[in-house]
């Protein structure tokens, strides 16, 4: 399903791609009189022929990419000296012999509205379909990365009913006795007095005990103190480093103590 809608998307930019590169920039081209130009100054007008389809690409490809990696400066100072450059372009005047425009004056300004018609609709035609383009792509990312982290808490949850397959832990919450399989623990969290057991798809427990205590409940080996705040299960863990541990299914990274750096060896 994912190559597909990929193989659809790029098919569909393609299309794109060339409707406006075939389709609609020589349309636009052919409203203007452009071959009174080109009988008369035919390098200027395929020079900037080459300068709108370079627009085109920098607005489609260019900027969206440098705003994707964050670089938004570089991408603003790339629209901008475009801009400028077609100002300059803009002010050429093409001028034509008295005998080919005799009812015409000498100088033909509709060029200076073409250059800027033709730089508009191909700076902004590429600008929005870049961006939507990229968009896309991110969303895609995003879905594929949350399907990930969906397989691997579906993953480790199996492997946490295995690691500790049918144990449970009992403490004190609200006055009455708890029980809590320990596959559903997140973390264990100090809260002054109290530890707080975070749990998979169910409510936090809170239980006046102290966490030395309840880690003295917990079977050796399979939960570790990773700082005077924190207990975790072994098979969470995801990544650790030298200050923190990611967990699974845990979005914010846990910190690990300096006094409990050996815990974690």
């Not at 994707?68 to 991408?75: L, M, N, P, T």
């Not at 100072?77 to 300059?88: D, E, K």
């Not at 809170?206 to 079977?219: D, F, G, H, N």
């Not at 924190?230 to 480093?241: A, D, F, N, S």
Request: a positive charge; hydrophobic letters at 50%.
């Amino acid at each position: 399903m994912k190559a597909n809608g990929r193989k659809i998307r790029t098919r569909l930019e393609t299309w794109v791609d060339l409707g406006v590169c075939l389709g609609v920039i020589p349309c636009l081209v052919s409203l203007f009189p452009v071959g009174e130009w080109i009988l008369w100054q035919a390098w200027e007008v395929i020079l900037y022929l080459i300068w709108t389809y370079l627009c085109w690409y920098l607005g489609r490809h260019a900027v969206p990419a440098l705003f994707a990696s964050g670089k938004r400066w570089s991408a603003v100072a790339v629209v901008f000296l475009a801009t400028v450059l077609t100002y300059l372009m803009s002010l050429k005047q093409v001028s034509f012999p008295r005998e080919m425009i005799a009812d015409r004056p000498p100088r033909l300004y509709m060029y200076q509205q073409a250059v800027w018609v033709l730089y508009i609709a191909a700076m902004g035609a590429g600008l929005a379909t870049g961006i939507l383009a990229r968009k896309i792509r991110r969303l895609e990312s995003e879905r594929d990365e949350a399907a990930e982290q969906r397989a691997v808490q579906t993953a480790v949850e199996a492997l946490a009913a295995h690691a500790v397959a049918g144990e449970t832990v009992t403490v004190k919450a609200d006055y009455k006795d708890v029980t809590i399989p320990l596959a559903a623990i997140q973390y264990i969290e100090a809260r002054n007095n109290y530890a707080c057991l975070h749990l998979d798809h169910q409510e936090d427990v809170v239980s006046q005990i102290t966490m030395k205590a309840l880690l003295e409940m917990l079977p050796e080996g399979k939960f570790v103190r990773i700082h005077r705040s924190y207990i975790v299960p072994v098979h969470r863990i995801e990544r650790k480093k030298a200050t923190s541990v990611k967990l699974v299914g845990v979005d914010t990274p846990l910190p690990v103590g300096r006094a409990h750096k050996e815990n974690l060896k």
